[in-house]
């Protein structure tokens, strides 16, 4: 929320330290008031509150007392010692105070009235020691348990709530979770200022902690109910509702590490930040192409981090090896790191908030999920996680690759675990049965913000990688593997045949034409002849009327001498 | 820790009851109440146990140290340190009778008590 979180506290507060707390209630808890932390047994009421001493006494320069009504003071130390907290230092350097008030039920007998006059000296003696700012009562209500007198109990608990406002300690007093209220003895009827509530749930034999801010006087609180960890590196409270769409989009562009794919997306890649969604069926290669996007993000020098649920980290890296990638050199130089856990090893929420942590601490730039289908739960909830872990990994700018397994004849609705409007891009990867042989066939569904291919296309997985191969689209439509082989060289022979016909044509043409000019050369030569014999007959014509002219005019002049 | 060495027991319990009963007495400063209270103890004790009785009288705002040694909550408290086992009584004592069987209360007999 960290629109709110900037938001001027009108309340001084007290930080807690814990991570994620603080953010949900806009700085910690109120300073100077008594705070209720209650739960059933087991929440971790304990560990909460000696993290709010540990952490007031070594980071906020806060000095506690533990008031400890129910552990001893050696076995308080132990417990704490799993936090990585050194108590007995703490305690060495007059940092923090232990009081373990022991009131033994079988050796205490009631006669007449009381007060608690004792309890009052001691805590006040406790905190004088080491000047304390902040108070633990760890559990208080034990005393309703010891001592039967409860008008005395009820009246001096309200003394001493109105005794610790007054001295100005910022206190946290933990209850044990009562039937129909908060604790056993309704201690929230006296501390009104700020009631806390941790709960351990098991659902189908999982367990998820989960912390809730009932009420805060005076101060405005993140009100859902919140999922914890306790675990070697403390307690982190995940304030992981914050889904205000506000995160910074990024224009740039990330490769796939697939060049066939980029070929496919307009940008050339995803955008960075980006979220992708990647399905397939079993053996499609969802892994493979995993590993090919996050060798393309080391290689770019960016902070990977893998999440895998179903594999080894070992047997991720052997599998990679085989499509000709080095994953464990990217390990080596710490660019690249492996998370990985069985699903089953924790409730959904308690993966996000390991996640969160894990996020936090590595600040990777690029996220491997893989698959987020091993989550198994009612869907609502795994939905519910699912966009927040989304929300979690935008928020970040973190580009993010989930991969989901969809089974070979799934019910369409459920093929994405609702997620698909969440993704920014969404590739699909087949499996298709045709002739006796399966191919591998994807396609991109969606990629928000640019144009990408419309077509199926085929890959093949080899020692060189992830390969496209170019498709056949023809009349016949799409066509793969073999059937893609035989067409085309079904198409190959087709095309020799055709070829073979157009030369025969053209060679029968040129031979018609050879018989044609042939036969006009011989009708143009008669044509000639018959020309020569009419000329020769035109020049004896000429020649028989030049000798009769002769003739004639020899007999003339024959005939005029003869007179 | 200083509270988890207990109360303190005499070094040798005598052995007749008569002989050793010791008592601390935990009261808050000078109220009336207080005042009250070690005032009817004492009475009681004179009456019902005679010398027999070692009666330690502690003003816990006086003396905080002790109060949290041996673990005490509530004012008044009556610890019976010696004959152990320790026993401890809280309130201002008002039914004599109750005060009295818890200090001559032996191991075994507290089945009854309460």
Redesign the interface.
Known sequence: MPAEATARPSLPKAPTGIAGFDDITLGGLPAGRPTLVCGSAGSGKTMFASTFLVNGATLYDEPGVFMSFEE??EDLVANVASLGYDLDKLVADGRIA??????DRS?????????????F??L??AVDSVGAKRVVLDTIET?FSS?D?EAVLRSELRRLFGWIKERGLTCVITGERGEGQFTRQGLEEYVSDCVVLLDNRVHEQITTRRLRVVKYRGSAHGTNEYPFLIDSQGISVLPVTGAALTHEVSSETVSSGVPGLDAMLGAGGFYRGSSILLTGTAGTGKTTFSSCFVDAACARGERCLFFVFEESPAQIIRNARSVGLDLARHVESGLLRFEAARPSLYGLEMHLARMHRDLDLFQPQAVVIDPISAFNGPEMEVQSVLLRMVDLLKARGITALLTSLLHQNYVSSQQDLGMSSLMDSWVRLFNEEANGEMNRTLYVIKSRGMSHSNQVREYVMSGSGIGMIEPYIGPEGVLTGSARVIQASREQAARVRRRQEAERRQRDLARRREATERQMAELRAALEAEEEEIALLHSEDAEREAALERDRDAMYRHRNAAE | MKNEAGPVPAPSPPPGIAAGYRLRLFVAGSSARSLRTVQELRQLCQQALGAAVDLEVVDIYQQPELAERDGVVAAPTLLRISPAPVRRLVGDLSDEQRVLRMITLAIGEDEDVG
């Open positions: 001893r003071a232990i009081d373990h008030v022991q009131v050796e205490i007998e009631e006669n007449g009235e009381y007060d608690l006059e004792g309890l000296l001691r006040g003696w005393l001592l007198n």
